[in-house]
């Protein structure tokens, strides 16, 4: 199956979105992307075409990409909140003409030696849809191994690459995850994580649409009109963010969410106290996966009724993992190493970038950079990116273990911790947090929390009261921008 045939899997009159103020059946969103994709052809766009998407979540949004994908080419998806300076990096690597937007671009000074992408305005393209009729392109042969996505990486540690993935690679992973997830067209998934990421784009819309389900589309993340609408449209899955998580168990009552039959969480680690605070408040579960983009994103996620708190539970079906130390040998029960994947699901590669492509995909397994272990029953719990390792006077120092006994002091609200240098010791931690509404931070006190809980050598030397992390648009801290935070 080919990612634009999703929108074909449910029956005609069946809700397949619902936003706030406009709901379309799958027979009204199959004639809206025929009328994008022949407008489209018209302006030019054609099979191997590189066409960025630029739009917020929003019913356009998916039929833009169906469109692309139907003629035969790659979505280039964008980050809505990049500068002019990002985008056009992304612009220019990925050789793009056209851009479709939900709002214009100011690219100025940013093309100075080529002419800019041509951008199509979702506004003037639905108007022009409205009043004209274009007709069909001539029949395009699309592969299930073609690619239809460009995802670039967020770039917190240099460069952005593409990951470049295939049809079969996007539509092989909305399978797995609804088997693991066991979607039906029954179901009514909420969208609300931004759908120019892998995480949103996969879960949220593929998914439902593979399953001939209905979605639920929120532009937008305020938490108490996502708690209202999880209430009011019937909400069945709910995939969200630890941050999200975090808000949900704070503002929302039992009753808000008793209609939810599963809550995921993705995108970054987490905290077992706030899935326990969430447990202890609704008496449901959250059940925790793994992915990232260059696998389309999900590798392994918890069976429900078989979930362990903390991990991210077991490789979905025909995706295989397995954990390294650094000379290659595969890791025992409970030792750590990499964690490497193979499957469907894996990237062609990085977009025009060989010598990345060939140190990720090393002996046909993706390489993921980060560290994990495996229990006696193959259930897989992640320690921590491999390059936020923190080595001090020697000895290894998960952040993640520290940020796990922050979030267990009641005072803070969210904690992160990093490496930083120190003459003495080649590292020691630093830690940040953010505290509850209302609340105060005795140091004190909290050094000798810490003290009960950590071994010396993994106590932070500093703690720093922050007002808020610094997050990408999924939720994950971005570490290397808390580097340049110093009091």
């Known amino acids: 199956m080919l990612v634009h045939e999703l929108i074909f899997t449910g029956n005609g009159d069946k809700i397949a979105i619902c936003e706030k103020g406009a709901v379309y059946s799958y027979v009204q969103i199959q004639q809206k992307v025929a009328q994008y994709r022949n407008y489209l052809y018209s302006l030019g766009m054609r099979r191997h075409d590189n066409v960025a998407l630029n739009a917020r979540n929003s019913a356009e949004f998916i039929f833009s990409y169906m469109a692309i994908s139907g003629l035969g080419g790659v979505v280039v998806p964008l980050n809505t909140m990049l500068t002019p300076r990002e985008i056009a990096f992304i612009l220019k690597d990925a050789q793009?003409?056209?851009?479709?937007?939900?709002?214009?671009?100011?690219?100025?000074?940013?093309?100075?030696?080529?002419?800019?992408?041509?951008?199509?305005?979702?506004?003037?393209?639905?108007?022009?849809?409205?009043t004209n009729s274009y007709p069909d392109p001539p029949a395009i042969n699309i592969k299930d191994s073609d690619p239809c996505a460009i995802l670039y990486t967020s770039g917190t540690t240099g460069r952005p690459k593409g990951a470049l993935l295939s049809h079969s690679n996007l539509v092989s992973n909305a399978a797995a995850?609804?088997?693991?997830?066991?979607?039906?067209?029954?179901?009514?998934?909420?969208?609300?994580?931004?759908?120019?990421?892998?995480?949103?784009?996969?879960?949220?819309?593929a998914t439902a649409l593979y399953n001939g389900a209905s979605v639920t589309i929120v532009e937008t993340f305020s938490p108490k009109d996502v708690i209202a609408t999880i209430r009011e449209r019937g909400i069945t899955v709910v995939i969200s963010v630890p941050a999200m998580y975090n808000f949900y168990t704070s503002l929302a009552k039992p009753e808000d969410l008793a209609g939810v039959r599963l809550f995921v969480s993705g995108a970054a680690s987490l905290p077992v106290e706030i899935l326990e605070k969430f447990h202890e408040k609704t008496k449901k579960h959250i059940i925790e996966g793994y992915g990232l983009s260059e696998a389309s994103p999900v590798v392994s996620f918890n069976p429900p009724n078989l979930t362990k708190p903390g991990s991210i539970g077991l490789p979905m079906q025909d995706i295989m993992v397995k954990i390294v130390d650094n000379s290659g040998r595969e890791c025992a029960s409970g030792e750590i190493g990499e964690l490497l994947v193979q499957g469907p699901n894996v990237m062609i590669g990085y977009y025009n970038l060989p010598a990345e492509t060939a140190e990720a995909l090393r002996d046909s397994w993706l390489h993921t950079d980060d560290l994990a272990y495996k229990d006696k029953d193959g259930y897989i719990f992640i320690v921590d990116r491999k390059k936020d390792m923190i080595i001090v006077s020697g000895l290894n120092v998960y952040p993640r273990e520290i940020e796990e006994i922050l979030y267990q002091y009641p005072a803070i609200q969210e904690a992160a911790a990093i490496g930083v240098p120190d003459k003495s010791r080649g590292e020691s931690v630093r830690a940040y947090v953010v505290l509850h509404d209302g609340m105060t931070l005795d140091k004190k006190d909290l050094m000798a929390f810490l003290k009960k809980n950590l071994a010396p050598f993994k106590i932070p030397r500093e703690i720093i009261e922050i007002g808020a992390l610094p997050k990408n648009p999924t939720g994950k801290i971005l570490k290397k921008e808390l580097r340049n935070i110093t009091s």
């Open 177 to 205: 995850f609804s088997i693991a997830t066991e979607a039906g067209p029954d179901d009514n998934i909420l969208s609300v994580l931004p759908m120019f990421h892998s995480f949103g784009w996969t879960c949220c819309i």
């Open 96 to 130: 793009v003409e056209h851009i479709i937007t939900d709002r214009e671009l100011d690219l100025s000074g940013q093309f100075a030696d080529t002419a800019p992408p041509v951008q199509v305005l979702i506004t003037d393209l639905e108007k022009e849809i409205s």
